[in-house]
Nanobody, 121 residues
Framework: QVQLVESGGGLVQPGGSLRLSCVAS????????MGWYRQAPGKERELVAE???????NYSNFVKGRFTISSDNAKNTFYLQMSRLKPEDTAVYSC?????????????WGWGQGTQVTVSS
């Protein structure tokens, strides 16, 4: 069983920064795909940033130049560094990953529980 746990959310003023972490625990060989999503009240969940298994990094247009996704495979952790935050970035941020759980191709896919990010003065 694999579990993803996010941390790092909170209240920040416009223009401020936060770093979200997503730690994977359990039977993990490596990350395949990993990503951050967000859902604001009354809106659908949307992709924020992702690292694909081929190593490509993709950002949604609304965060390009402000957010950075990165990973530390030795720590089974990936991050979302958020800078120049805006009130419209307020949402529940959730991490998502596909993880290799053995060397024979078995994988696990799932979500963390989410962390609230509120950008307000």
């Amino acid at each position: 069983q694999v579990q993803l746990v996010e941390s790092g959310g909170g209240l920040v003023q416009p223009g401020g920064s936060l770093r979200l972490s997503c730690v994977a625990s359990g039977r993990i060989v490596s990350f395949n795909d990993m990503g951050w999503y967000r859902q604001a009240p009354g809106k659908e969940r949307e992709l924020v940033a992702e690292i694909t298994r081929s190593g490509n990094i993709n950002y949604s247009n609304f965060v390009k130049g402000r957010f950075t996704i990165s990973s530390d495979n030795a720590k089974n952790t990936f991050y979302l560094q958020m800078s120049r935050l805006k009130p419209e970035d307020t949402a529940v941020y959730s991490c998502n990953a596909e993880v290799a759980i053995d060397y024979d191709g078995a994988t696990w896919w799932g979500w963390g529980q989410g962390t609230q990010v509120t950008v307000s003065s």
